[in-house]
């Protein structure tokens, strides 16, 4: 900190406890001020109808007197707002209006002899001395912390002067024990090159980011840009690697899950899903999310990583009650302790149980009167479920028959069954499974009372198990990195958004029918299977093993014959799916050969796309 902020704090610090005092006489002074000075330039201009500078002066003291008295009810000098702040200058605005008219009031009716033009813009005057010593209190005190940067914190140049940029400047300077000073700004919009944010300077566009960083030492670069498209973040990321600078980035609005306010803690490490090119479906949770309002919400698979964030994010909504429902008795710790802190797994929020389970799954329901059902449970591995289909048709068809009976038995207002993009077009023991369960969801939404559906889509990056997660651990083993095919390609979103999708689901979707969410073009694997290695900084080897029994190259969104309506968000389409009856899940023979279950599946699976020829309803 430099003298002249050194001496002036002091000097702050040491008057502080008269605050109210001194602030409520020098409010009273402008007024005094605002008088006397308009009525000496009257004297100057040579107006002949001038007013007395005693008169002047009595009638500033009126108004201050008045000031302190409206000012002491509203409580403008008391605190009520932080000083140099908005609402504090609201709150000035509105006092000073009040004072001006009575005292322009009493002026006309009393015949005081005050000139008009002193008495209409006295007012004006005083406000503006007001508010200007505010101003310049509040531009000190913005600039004192950028110029108490310890030697010892990490110098950072930002990117982006926007409203993130803004507020993250803020946030390092404001926080005592952040480790980032911020030394510099670059944006590329030209209408923001002269911006200076608590003093922090645009120092140019993202062009001269290396020089930037070279020329105020900084060693971090963090892209304060949460809606950057993959393109811009990819090229950053490359100039900043090459010149040996860490990047770090604010997350998108999705993670956010409400960007108001951007604060440091919200700062991470650049990883994969940032560079893969994801469009991000606008969805606003709070507005559409009210029908789970005092309602009761059942979530079964509620350890995996769906089902885990989805109470995370159902847990932020509301519900009169949450009920975590998983096999794995971790997984459930795990949840509990991500939204409460605490997992002592002695209340009733966490339910272990197999899904598979007819009779406890029945009385679970006629016990807890669930209002809501998110069915996240399944398996999923589709190598593993090659070799075990028996176990896919007694989880992911039966299963989920047991959550659907149980759910129209107790009168469920909406039932939510997450599929994946492997039941379109299905050639794998996985595709099948969850091919009838969608079939199954639909033959109980036309007898069922309340709405039952599905939601469709693709890889889910960072969930366990998946390609990102295998990436990053055969990287850190220091490979090689298993990719089946060159040109393999999947569909890819984050966690928190296919979550925001199941939960607009219940809401806009119509019964029997899948949501599917338009996930932009198809992602190479390969490709990401290289940008792990890069962000990793190591040099691994990849390695081509050949597809895999039951994978496609290319995955599909729509079957054969399915329609692609989107009557409710540009982004998010409906087809409807045939009906599947439950007496004929329960006639497929899990404990068959391996090869007869997976011909039961096919066959099961056959018989529904045929009837894609008929209306649903038939």
């Not at 599929?419 to 099948?432: E, I, M, Q, R």
């Not at 990436?471 to 928190?496: C, S």
């Not at 390695?543 to 496609?552: F, S, W």
Request: glycine residues 8%; hydrophobic residues 45%; contains cysteine.
């Amino acid at each position: 900190m430099d003298l002249d902020h050194a001496w002036l704090c002091r000097l702050i610090n040491r008057v502080r406890p008269f605050r109210m005092s001194l602030l409520a006489t020098y409010d009273g002074l402008c007024w005094v001020a605002g008088f006397v000075v308009l009525s000496a330039v009257q004297r100057v201009i040579g107006d002949v109808d001038r007013t007395s500078i005693v008169h002047s002066a009595c009638a500033g003291l009126l108004c201050a007197a008045a000031l302190l008295v409206i000012g002491w009810t509203l409580k403008v000098h008391q605190g009520r707002a932080k000083l140099g702040s908005f609402d504090e200058v609201v709150l000035l605005v509105a006092v000073v209006a009040l004072v001006g008219l009575g005292e322009n009031v009493v002026n006309i009716v009393l015949g005081v002899r005050i000139n008009g033009a002193v008495a209409a813009m006295a007012p004006f005057a005083a406000l503006t001395l007001m508010i200007w010593a505010r101003g310049a209190y509040r531009v000190w005190s913005d600039q004192a912390p950028s110029s108490s940067r310890s030697t010892n914190k990490i110098p950072v140049v930002v990117i982006g002067a926007g409203e993130a940029g803004h507020q993250l400047v803020v946030s390092m300077l404001r926080e005592p024990s952040s480790r980032w000073s911020p030394v510099a700004i670059v944006d590329d919009d030209p209408l923001k090159r002269h911006r200076r944010i608590r003093g922090i300077q645009v120092m140019g566009t993202t062009d001269k980011l290396v020089e930037i960083a070279a020329r105020t030492h900084a060693s971090t670069v963090v892209i304060a840009i949460p809606s950057a498209p993959s393109g811009l973040i990819r090229r950053l990321t490359s100039l900043a690697k090459a010149a040996d600078i860490d990047v770090k980035v604010l997350p998108s609005p999705v993670e956010l899950l409400v960007p108001t306010q951007v604060e440091i803690s919200d700062i991470r490490d650049i990883d994969v899903t940032d560079l893969l090119g994801r469009r991000v479906v606008d969805t606003d949770i709070a507005a559409i999310a009210g029908y789970l309002s005092d309602k009761r919400v059942l979530v079964t698979g509620a350890g995996g990583s769906i089902g885990s964030e989805l109470c995370r994010q159902l847990a932020k909504l509301g519900p009169a009650e949450l009920i975590m429902l998983d096999r794995d008795e971790s997984a459930l710790h795990a949840v509990e302790l991500s939204i409460h802190g605490t997992a002592l797994l002695d209340t009733d929020a966490t339910v272990l149980c197999d899904i598979r389970d007819t009779q406890f799954v029945v009385e679970l329901f006629e016990r807890r009167r669930p209002h809501v059902v998110f069915h996240a449970a399944a398996l999923k591995h589709l190598p593993l479920l090659e070799r075990a289909p028996g176990e896919a048709i007694k989880t992911n068809v039966w299963g989920t028959l047991t959550m659907l009976e149980a759910s129209a038995a107790c009168g469920v207002e909406r039932f939510v069954n997450i599929s994946t993009d492997k039941a379109a077009n299905p050639c794998s023991v996985l595709g099948y499974s969850k091919r009838l369960a969608e079939g199954l969801t639909a033959s109980v939404a036309k007898a069922a009372a309340g709405t039952y559906l599905s939601v469709r889509f693709g890889n889910v990056l960072g969930s366990r198990g998946s390609v990102l997660t295998t990436f990053a651990a055969q990287v850190a083993t220091g490979g090689p990195v298993t990719v089946t095919d060159p040109h393999v390609t999947r569909y890819f979103m984050t966690i928190p958004e296919a979550v925001q999708l199941v939960i607009q689901a219940a809401v806009i979707g119509r019964d029997g029918e899948a949501l599917v969410l338009d996930m932009g073009q198809p992602v190479s694997i390969d490709s990401v299977a290289r940008q792990v290695i890069e962000l990793s900084g190591k040099d691994v080897d990849v390695i081509y093993t050949g597809l895999r029994p039951g994978e496609k190259m290319d995955e599909d969104l729509f079957g054969e014959g399915e329609q692609d309506e989107r009557p409710a968000h540009p982004l998010i389409s409906h087809t409807p799916v045939p009906a599947y009856g439950a007496h004929e899940a329960i006639e497929l023979d899990p404990w068959s050969g391996t090869e007869e279950t997976t011909k039961l599946l096919e066959r099961a699976c056959a018989d529904m796309r045929s009837r894609m020829s008929k209306p649903v309803d038939a």
